[in-house]
T-cell receptor, first 114, second 114 residues
Framework: GNSVTQMEGPVTLSEEAFLTINCTYT??????LFWYVQYPGEGLQLLLKATKADDKGSNKGFEATYRKETTSFHLEKGSVQVSDSAVYFC?????????????FGTGTRLKVLA | DTGVSQDPRHKITKRGQNVTFRCDPI?????LYWYRQTLGQGPEFLTY????????KSRLLSDRFSAERPKGSFSTLEIQRTEQGDSAMYLCASTLGSGANVLTFGAGSRLTVL
């Protein structure tokens, strides 16, 4: 079936460190891929998306590239800030006979220390 | 556009009671989703509406759970005879049914069953 697997957290980094959060997926066809972020006490917000192979999504210094050959959508940021501390969710959207379902990973908590 | 609204934000109830949550999506969004999120986990799909039609229900949704979207606008999620295992955050999200759609989430309704 369709699923998303994320690296387990928590991930603890110092400010200005490089961030990678791994995400791989299993899906039939060519799903759209998303990263959502959940800041403490808030709802999930879209961070970035990619809709086809080799697309790169980017926002707020974060990037992720849709890699069909490795079924991956790893999230990266060159220099994290304390304000990036949050839980990050990788997700896919699959279409079946005109219905659309969004499937989320379990989330990766990021803690950035000053 | 005030985003996706959920009510109540917090609900504490005793085991065996019924509870109902309401979701008001973004006005032009025709697709509405309900998810459940427990601590340390990602959002888990419950059900999905396109306009007033309920197109998909998770097998996880027992017969104690029912959802409606009577006029294709707001939606309600009712849980009958609540159990302690129902304690979770119930998330509503909506999207416009075209293009590479992005889910917009509400802040969630937290249920605690004593």
């Amino acid at each position: 079936g369709n699923s998303v697997t994320q690296m387990e957290g928590p991930v603890t980094l110092s400010e200005e460190a490089f961030l990678t959060i791994n995400c791989t997926y299993t899906a039939t066809g060519y799903p759209s891929l998303f990263w959502y972020v959940q800041y403490p006490g808030e709802g999930l917000q879209l961070l970035l998306k990619a809709t086809k192979a080799d697309d790169k999504g980017s926002n707020k210094g974060f990037e992720a590239t849709y890699r069909k050959e490795t079924t991956s959508f790893h999230l990266e940021k060159g220099s994290v800030q304390v304000s990036d501390s949050a839980v990050y969710f990788c997700a896919l959207r699959r279409e079946t006979s005109g219905t659309y379902k969004y499937i989320f990973g379990t989330g990766t908590r990021l803690k950035v220390l000053a | 556009d005030t985003g996706v609204s959920q009510d109540p934000r917090h609900k504490i109830t005793k085991r065996g009671q019924n509870v109902t949550f309401r979701c008001d999506p973004i006005s032009e969004h025709n697709r509405l989703y309900w998810y459940r999120q427990t601590l340390g986990q990602g959002p888990e799909f419950l059900t999905y509406f396109q306009n007033e039609a309920q197109l998909e229900k998770s097998r996880l949704l027992s017969d104690r759970f029912s959802a409606e979207r009577p006029k294709g606008s707001f939606s309600t999620l009712e849980i009958q005879r609540t159990e302690q295992g129902d304690s979770a955050m119930y998330l509503c999200a909506s999207t416009l049914g075209s293009g590479a759609n992005v889910l917009t989430f509400g802040a969630g309704s937290r249920l605690t069953v004593l």
